[in-house]
């Protein structure tokens, strides 16, 4: 059994608080703080360092701390540094037994403030959680820097290797980061292979080129593009031999901002990021090593492969182009012709390319390439051998013909050739589980040059559990009626079904409740190593999915989340996009993570003068300076490609009469649509003028019955707010209070 105690600062004699089985840290503490007021109210908001048997326990390992039997726990009070936190952001102690102190806080909605006020209560336990409070004024910006997705410039492919797979919810324009890059060259143009990871799987697909419609595929089709058009090709092929196959909707993909239909000779083929997928085709990682150096007929040159292979490529240039003039002044053409051998590092043995593959020959020994041309620009050829065994190889290339004949480099004629670079490839099973994969083989001459082009693809993000509708409905394509159940087609208000209540199915949504519950509880980048499903009250989760998913126009819900996590945050950060895209607040309460819709609403309790405890009542407002009367909302604008915008919402009246701007940025990462992101600004601008009063009391816990969010009455003497107390007795006209005797008019 575990003894905790609590010393108020090291020169001051500790207070034994009381000794307890349970198995971890954060259980424990949570016990005491919910048995004794005093410890606490001594605890709450203040910073404080935890000792578990003389051992400072950083607060990261406060929820997952393990106590054994007879640890000694001691809770201190720190200036500053050392390993400490505040505890009550770690631990979310919210309604603490009797004489909980309840803390009124906006955003609510517009008007609300003359029937009652928004009940905000305590903050949500999520795992190591920082408590997630909405304050009066305006919800805080989640982070204001840069990010692949997040940029004045638009989304942008990521080529660092320490940025993170992104996270997508919702509809999306993603530029993935580089995960296999490899440029080749055939004859004399260039070829690009790229390996893409857009973000993490299962996602439902990739839009077409006029987003109305949803691509989907799948590891057995690929698509092409060619001066034909689009086309889809069941299994693997060439690309520089595809075959002839049916036509195939233009893909969403962009290409350096150009769609990727106005590039020829293209292949492509979206992964959606399931746990067993096979990347086939793409299972070369490659490696290119620049090599400068001259061919000749005196000597050969030798190259010894930096790591074990299984192909290599040996490209040879021409940098000056090939030709030949005569005495006439003619021209015509020049070639040079070279031969490859290659042999295991270990073996004495040299083995001529393979015989099928030569330019000409007269026998196997006399394997040879030309390179053969009539221009001054450079020529190119590239060599492959491949499915070689496993090991270290040297490489040998020599020149068959003599670079002296016709004069070599002279007024006459032109063909020297080099040995530019040799890439080296192994093979390796690669399918990159769970993460949703792009690749793309195209011609990069004359269609890309320079760095690496930014490659963005127009995606349907994760799939998550949602209402089964039946057959081969979609959920995204319904809307809540207002009625039980019930959904109709956003489309055309047609196709009425009724959901059972209890089954679900995976698909994809942009639904903020459903796709923060994913994130609540996926192990792999969420928090369910803290939440699990059991802890998640349903019946909230649905109602408030159902408010977000009415009707507002005649294509879109209410509330859409389509948002992209691409860089490591806080909890209360991510919540916070979530919320306010979904006008939501999320908490802990009766044992179990409860959402809540943000809405005018009936009251559902009443608190006066009879159940408030005296001497507990406190009030607070908000000065008028500090309230904004300008709110400059920035978004991801889907109408012009998700390129960071800035939208303004102002009070008329303060403009008209000529106040002095008082401006507050709000980030509104989670919503791309402009409507909704004038919607949800304004909502917040009247938050934060129609709720500037806040109220702080004390009440038996007999005496609350309202949660989080919740619409409730407050009366008290002291500010004047009407009249109240405890009814003792009344007839048909008059009641009777505590304090005096009412008539009813």
């Given at each position: 059994m575990a003894h905790v105690r609590y010393i108020p600062n090291r020169f001051a004699d500790e207070i034994y608080i009381g000794s307890n089985d349970e198995i971890t840290l954060l259980d424990c503490l949570t016990t005491f703080a919910y048995e004794h007021l005093e410890f606490n109210k001594a605890l709450l908001g203040k910073k404080v360092c935890i000792y578990v048997n003389g051992e400072n326990i950083h607060p990261d390992k406060w929820c997952g701390y393990d106590?054994?039997?007879?640890?000694?726990?001691?809770?201190t009070h720190t200036l500053e540094g050392g390993n400490s936190a505040i505890i009550q952001a770690v631990l979310g102690i919210a309604l603490i037994a009797a004489g909980v102190a309840l803390y009124f806080t906006g955003p609510v909605g517009w008007g609300m403030w003359s029937t009652g006020l928004t009940l905000m209560g305590a903050s949500l336990l999520l795992g190591a959680t920082i408590a997630y409070f909405f304050a009066p004024s305006m919800p805080k910006e989640p982070g204001g820097e840069e990010t692949p997705s997040y940029s004045w410039d638009g989304p942008r492919t990521s080529i660092s290797t320490d940025t993170p797979i992104a996270l997508v919810y919702g509809k999306n324009l993603i530029g993935g980061n580089l995960v296999n890059f490899r440029l080749w060259s055939q004859d004399n143009d260039n070829w690009a292979d790229m390996l893409i990871a857009l973000c993490e799987g299962e996602i439902h697909g990739i839009r077409n080129e006029d987003d109305d419609a949803t691509l989907l595929t799948d590891e057995t089709v690929y698509r092409y593009i060619s001066e034909t058009g689009s086309h889809t090709v069941s299994?693997?092929?060439?690309?520089?031999?595809?075959?002839?196959?049916?036509?195939?909707?233009?893909?969403?993909?962009?290409?350096?901002?150009?769609?990727?239909?106005?590039?020829?000779?293209?292949?492509?083929?979206?992964?959606?990021?399931?746990?067993?997928?096979?990347?086939?085709?793409?299972?070369a990682i490659n490696t290119v090593y620049p090599y400068s150096h001259r061919l000749t007929r005196a000597w050969s040159v030798t190259y010894t492969t930096n790591d074990d292979i299984n192909e290599f490529s040996v490209i040879v240039e021409?940098?000056?182009?090939?030709?030949?003039?005569?005495?006439?002044?003619?021209?015509?053409?020049?070639?040079?012709?070279?031969?490859?051998?290659?042999?295991?590092?270990?073996?004495?043995?040299?083995?001529?390319?393979?015989?099928?593959?030569?330019?000409?020959?007269?026998?196997?020994?006399?394997?040879?390439?030309?390179?053969?041309?009539?221009?001054?620009?450079?020529?190119?050829?590239?060599?492959?051998?491949?499915?070689?065994?496993?090991?270290?190889?040297?490489?040998?290339?020599?020149?068959?013909?003599?670079?002296?004949?016709?004069?070599?480099?002279?007024?006459?004629?032109?063909?020297?050739?080099?040995?530019?670079?040799?890439?080296?490839?192994?093979?390796?099973?690669?399918?990159?589980?769970?993460?949703?994969?792009?690749?793309?083989?195209?011609?990069?001459?004359?269609?890309?040059?320079g760095t690496f082009p930014n490659v963005l693809s127009l995606i349907e993000g994760r799939k998550v559990s949602v209402p089964n509708l039946g057959g081969d409905r979609q959920f995204e394509d319904y809307y809540w009626t207002g009625t039980g159940n019930q959904f109709r087609r956003l489309s055309d208000d047609g196709g009425l079904v009724e959901w059972n209540g209890s089954s679900y199915i995976t698909q994809y949504t942009s639904n903020p409740a459903y796709c923060l519950r994913d994130l609540l509880t996926n192990t792999r980048f969420g928090l369910g190593d803290f939440v699990l499903s059991t802890d998640l009250d349903d019946d909230t989760i649905n109602l408030t999915a159902k408010k977000q998913w009415q009707k507002h126009d005649t294509s879109y819900?209410?509330?859409?989340?389509?948002?992209?996590?691409?860089?490591?945050?806080?909890?209360?950060?991510?919540?916070?996009?979530?919320?306010?895209?979904?006008?939501?607040?999320?908490?802990?309460?009766?044992?179990?993570?409860?959402?809540?819709?943000?809405?005018?609403?009936?009251?559902?309790?009443?608190?006066?003068?009879?159940?408030?405890?005296?001497?507990?009542?406190?009030?607070?407002?908000?000065?008028?300076?500090?309230?904004?009367?300008?709110?400059?909302?920035?978004?991801?604008?889907?109408?012009?490609?998700?390129?960071?915008?800035?939208?303004?919402?102002?009070?008329?009246?303060?403009?008209?009469?000529?106040?002095?701007?008082?401006?507050?940025?709000?980030?509104?990462?989670?919503?791309?649509?402009?409507?909704?992101?004038?919607?949800?600004?304004?909502?917040?601008?009247?938050?934060?003028?129609?709720?500037?009063?806040?109220?702080?009391?004390?009440?038996?816990?007999?005496?609350?019955?309202?949660?989080?969010?919740?619409?409730?009455?407050?009366?008290?003497?002291?500010?004047?707010?009407?009249?109240?107390?405890?009814?003792?007795?009344?007839?048909?006209?008059?009641?009777?209070?505590?304090?005096?005797?009412?008539?009813?008019?």
């Open positions: 106590i054994k039997s007879n640890d000694i726990i001691e809770v299994g693997f092929y060439d690309i520089l031999n595809p075959p002839a196959s049916p036509s195939s909707p233009n893909p969403y993909i962009k290409i350096n901002d150009s769609l990727l239909s106005s590039y020829s000779d293209v292949k492509w083929m979206m992964y959606r990021g399931t746990n067993s997928q096979d990347i086939s085709g793409f299972r021409a940098p000056s182009g090939l030709y030949r003039v005569d005495n006439d002044g003619e021209v015509h053409p020049e070639e040079v012709s070279f031969q490859i051998h290659y042999k295991l590092n270990s073996s004495p043995t040299w083995i001529p390319m393979p015989f099928s593959r030569c330019t000409t020959h007269a026998s196997e020994e006399e394997c040879w390439y030309g390179l053969r041309g009539e221009t001054k620009t450079t020529q190119r050829r590239t060599i492959t051998v491949d499915g070689l065994a496993t090991g270290t190889y040297d490489i040998q290339v020599r020149r068959r013909d003599d670079p002296s004949t016709g004069g070599g480099k002279s007024l006459t004629s032109e063909n020297t050739a080099y040995v530019t670079s040799i890439t080296e490839t192994i093979y390796k099973d690669l399918d990159y589980p769970n993460t949703a994969v792009l690749s793309i083989s195209m011609r990069a001459s004359n269609q890309i040059s819900h209410k509330h859409e989340l389509n948002i992209v996590i691409d860089k490591q945050a806080s909890p209360s950060s991510v919540l916070q996009s979530f919320a306010l895209a979904g006008r939501m607040i999320i908490f802990w309460s009766g044992g179990y993570i409860k959402f809540k819709y943000l809405e005018d609403e009936a009251p559902v309790q009443l608190f006066n003068m009879s159940n408030i405890l005296q001497g507990s009542f406190s009030a607070g407002f908000v000065a008028q300076s500090e309230i904004p009367n300008i709110v400059e909302a920035q978004f991801a604008s889907e109408d012009d490609d998700y390129v960071m915008d800035t939208r303004e919402i102002m009070v008329e009246a303060e403009i008209t009469a000529d106040k002095p701007p008082r401006r507050k940025t709000i980030s509104f990462l989670g919503i791309t649509n402009e409507a909704q992101l004038l919607r949800e600004a304004k909502y917040a601008i009247n938050s934060a003028w129609l709720c500037n009063k806040t109220v702080e009391f004390k009440a038996a816990i007999d005496a609350v019955h309202c949660e989080p969010g919740d619409l409730v009455l407050f009366q008290h003497d002291v500010t004047n707010w009407g009249y109240g107390g405890r009814v003792i007795s009344g007839t048909t006209n008059s009641i009777v209070i505590d304090t005096e005797s009412v008539n009813i008019i």
